[in-house]
């Protein structure tokens, strides 16, 4: 069994959804999520001629399966990270507890301080990451992903982006981060992985802020 550690005293936000998006209730405040700020600047070209080439019936079908599919393969993992053993309630059937257990398999964790761990940033942006702990030796903040298929470096700059929130929101209220790492399984049980170095953090921390004020106007 994985060692747990509390080392931070992590608070809890609750997180609802409106006409904007996504949000996190941080004190009084509403807070935008990352994910809501990252989907609301990004280019959807890519997205739009996909749509367009499949059709809307099919990419909604597609969207929503691999939505499913992520949360299903979450849940085992966050399970397993915190100790209370394999679970095993799946709508999808076996696929989503064989990529949990590809990511269980590969990735190392020497121990887990926070699964599924509230951020916020000075009101600014909220969101939650997978896992905080110390894997491969360093403190890490960790993201799970599903994929169709294996990624490309350049497909994952938003990932990045992610971490680079996540690092700062948690060296700005916790204690410092040292690494991000990108877990990844696909569905035919394919295991990649990306990871951020401190400099690699701060790097996307700052893009990620750039962002935040692209968002704002939009508002």
Not at 27 to 38: D, Q, R, Y
Not at 76 to 86: D, H, I, K, S, W
Not at 108 to 121: F, R
Request: charged share 30%; hydrophobic share 30%; proline share 3%.
């Amino acid at each position: 069994m994985i060692k747990q550690v509390r080392k931070y005293p992590y608070k809890h936000y609750n997180r609802f959804s409106d006409t904007t998006g996504r949000k996190y209730l941080v004190g009084e405040a509403k807070v935008p999520s990352v994910t809501t700020i990252l989907s609301a600047t990004k280019d959807k070209k890519f997205l739009d001629n996909w749509r367009r080439k499949v059709g809307d019936k099919e990419a909604d079908r597609i969207m929503n399966q691999a939505s499913t599919i992520g949360t299903e393969m979450h849940q085992v993992l966050e399970y397993a990270y915190n100790g209370q053993g394999y679970y095993n309630d799946s709508a999808q059937g076996k696929q989503p507890r064989m990529m949990a257990k590809i990511i269980l398999k590969n990735l190392q964790i020497d121990e887990v301080w926070g699964n599924e761990v509230s951020l916020e940033y000075n009101n600014q942006f909220a969101g939650t990451t997978d896992l905080v702990a110390m894997a491969y030796g360093k403190p890490s903040i960790v993201d799970f992903k599903q994929s169709n298929r294996p990624k490309k470096e350049e497909w994952v700059e938003d990932y990045k982006l992610q971490l680079g929130a996540y690092y700062l929101a948690h060296k700005s209220n916790y204690g410092p981060i040292e690494q991000g790492v990108i877990s990844i399984c696909t569905r035919d049980l394919q295991y990649q992985e990306f990871k951020l170095t401190e400099p690699d953090l701060i790097d996307y921390s700052d893009k990620f802020l750039e962002r935040v004020e692209q968002f704002k106007k939009l508002q």
